[in-house]
């Protein structure tokens, strides 16, 4: 167990918190919060900050009967039998046996949901952005001195890569697996940042917004824009930037052209949503005026309720369908999480919802009959 001296900014009665970092047998680093108190408090159940650790770990110096007999369990460690997979309760006597804390640690961590798999080393990782300091120069040979490089380069940035500077190497070795999928990840945003730093926000831009784009490839219509982006994308990597500079200028200016036509063709497809989310409202609207009847039927009703799950959802479908903007968000290349060629998932749900609304009333009136 490795604790860090900075204690936790959380305050816990009668009690004191730090962060501590373990290291499992995968090489993956996961952090503790760390609490030592005479008693037990029921803030020690509360939900966890998953950017800042995975696990808690609370030594007591008076140890409840309850808590005891559920404080080794791998399913729960906590009061009254609320689960807490992520929580273990020990006597204060167990901070003088480190196998015992160690053993707890990596029990709360394998059921914790922060849990991480096996993953490249947080050393790979330093290495891969430490060598996205070099194109497009030759590789930069790693050394003692990579770690200073790299925090060097990353102070006042913002987001996980500025945060790598203000944290202790321990912590910045969790840091990076939780920020980023694969090392090649971290070399990437290093590598934008380089761009931006070299006057290529605007480039950035642009390449985020090919990436972000869903362009359906067995749409025929929009087939072809499918294929382009991503013939595009293969050759605006950031290290292309430093290392085909023509090529990558000439691919720009291609996704530039890209980004018009794909903008015009979102255009007419959002206007065709819009056009069926109406078109729905209408066709619907028998049965939403039979909304308040059905509840009154149901209320009065001796039978088994009908159609409320129907009426719950034609509700949320057509909520859904009045919030969709009425025009499109022009910097992104989608509106209200939809994608070229896809229809809201909500125009099928008002129709299906509806034809069960109308179906419920029908059952209730030949109750009535």
Not at 76 to 102: D, H, I, N
Not at 124 to 146: D, K, N, R
Not at 190 to 200: A, F, K, P, Q, T
Request: glycine content about 6%; overall charge negative.
């Amino acid at each position: 167990m490795k604790p860090t001296a900075r204690p936790r900014h959380r305050a816990w009665p009668d009690a004191a918190a730090e962060v501590a970092y373990f290291r499992d047998s995968a090489d993956t680093w996961f952090a503790a919060e760390v609490v030592r108190s005479s008693r037990w408090h029921e803030r020690l159940l509360e939900p966890l900050d998953p950017g800042e650790v995975d696990i808690r770990i609370a030594f007591l110096d008076d140890m409840p009967e309850l808590t005891r007999s559920v404080a080794r369990s791998a399913s729960t460690a906590c009061a009254v039998g609320v689960a807490r997979p992520w929580l273990r309760v020990l006597p204060a006597s167990a901070e003088r046996e480190p196998r015992l804390v160690v053993e707890a640690a990596l029990d709360a961590w394998e059921h914790s949901d922060s849990f991480r798999g096996p993953g490249a080393s947080a050393e790979a990782y330093l290495l891969a952005a430490y060598q996205a300091l070099c194109p497009p120069h030759p590789p930069c040979e790693a050394g003692p001195g990579m770690r200073d490089t790299l925090v060097e380069f990353l102070e006042g940035r913002t987001g996980p890569l500025g945060r790598l500077t203000e944290l202790a190497p321990d912590a910045v070795n969790r840091l990076v697996r939780i920020s980023w999928p694969t090392p090649e990840d971290f070399a990437d945003a290093v590598l934008r940042e380089r761009i931006g730093d070299d006057g290529g926000r605007g480039v950035l831009e642009l390449v985020g917004y090919l990436e972000a784009a869903e362009v359906p490839r067995d749409v025929e219509a929009y087939a072809g824009l499918a294929m382009e982006r991503e013939h595009l994308l293969t050759r605006l990597p950031p290290i292309a930037y430093f290392t085909q500079p023509a090529d990558y200028d000439r691919a720009a200016a291609l996704a530039l052209d890209w980004r018009e036509r794909y903008a015009r063709a979102y255009q007419a497809h959002y206007r065709a949503v819009l056009e069926a989310a109406r078109e729905v409202v209408v066709d619907t609207a028998p049965a939403t005026r039979l909304l308040a009847e059905l509840e009154a039927m149901n209320l009065t009703s001796t039978g088994t309720p009908v159609g409320l799950d129907a009426a719950r959802r034609l509700r949320g479908a057509l909520d859904d369908l009045a919030r969709l903007p009425e025009g499109v968000d022009a910097p992104s290349p989608q509106t209200a999480g939809l994608a070229l060629g896809r229809m809201p998932y909500a125009i099928a749900e008002a129709r299906l919802s509806a034809a069960a609304v109308l179906a419920a009333v029908e059952v209730h009136r030949r109750r009535l009959a």
